[in-house]
């Protein structure tokens, strides 16, 4: 079954740092993969998503994403956060090909500090 | 053009009550899935329709269900309610050519179970 893997529950930044969210995913072939991002109490945006192509994936709000397949990883980074970016960031994977329900990893709490 | 539309924002019902849940997806998309998103739980696949059939569910109890209309609008019905189903239920949209292209979600119905 797929599953995702995201290791920091909670990350703390100062604003205008850079910023590096971690994904690790299982999964046999190669998977759809996105980020989304939740601000309280409201729905998820979708950040950026990676079919297939460049392993480099560039998404809203400054944010990229790379695969790396060697790895089983799709990390979210950011050169400089700003306050706006405190929210919570899911990875998620769904299966390629066909119809199939997305995963969501257990998110990461992202803080940006002055 | 229009995002996805869940109504009402929030719901405060007592145990052993049912509830309905209402999706309007976005204009053309035919897939809709819900989620429901905890605390402790994260978020999990409750179920996906698409084109007025059931196409993937997830591992909840029958007390949940769903449906699908022909102008693609969806509700969810939740049963007996117990505490345990106090969560943040979130629709969302797709194409439905394949999750994989991204989901569009709605801000979700809180729902408080007392």
């Known amino acids: 079954a797929q599953s995702v893997t995201q290791p920091d529950i909670h990350i703390t930044v100062s604003e205008g740092a850079s910023l590096e969210l971690r994904c690790n995913y299982s999964y046999g072939a190669t998977p759809y993969l996105f980020w989304y991002v939740q601000s309280p109490g409201q729905g998820l945006q979708l950040l950026l998503k990676y079919f297939s192509g460049d392993t480099l994936v560039q998404g809203i709000k400054g944010f990229e994403a790379e695969f790396k397949r060697s790895q089983s990883s799709f990390n979210l980074r950011k050169p400089s956060v700003h306050w706006s970016d405190a929210a919570e960031y899911f990875c998620?994977?769904?299966?390629?090909?066909?119809?199939?329900?997305?995963?969501f990893g257990t998110g990461t709490k992202l803080q940006v500090i002055p | 053009k229009a995002g996805v539309t869940q109504t009402p924002r929030y719901l405060i019902k007592t145990r052993g009550q049912q509830v309905t849940l209402s999706c309007s997806p976005i204009?053309?998309?035919?897939?809709v899935s819900w989620y429901q998103q905890t605390p402790g739980q994260g978020l999990q696949f409750l179920f996906e329709y698409f084109s007025e059939t059931q196409r993937n569910k997830g591992n909840f109890p029958g007390r949940f269900s769903g449906r699908q209309f022909s102008n693609s609008r969806s509700e969810m019905n939740v049963s007996t309610l117990e505490l345990g189903d106090s969560a943040l239920y979130l629709c969302?949209?797709?194409?439905?050519?394949?999750?994989?292209?991204?989901?569009?979600f709605g801000s979700g119905t809180r729902l408080t179970v007392v």
């Open positions: 969302a949209s797709s194409s439905g050519q394949g999750e994989s292209y991204g989901y569009t």
């Open positions: 204009s053309g998309h035919r897939s």
């Open positions: 998620a994977v769904a299966f390629s090909g066909g119809y199939q329900k997305v995963t």
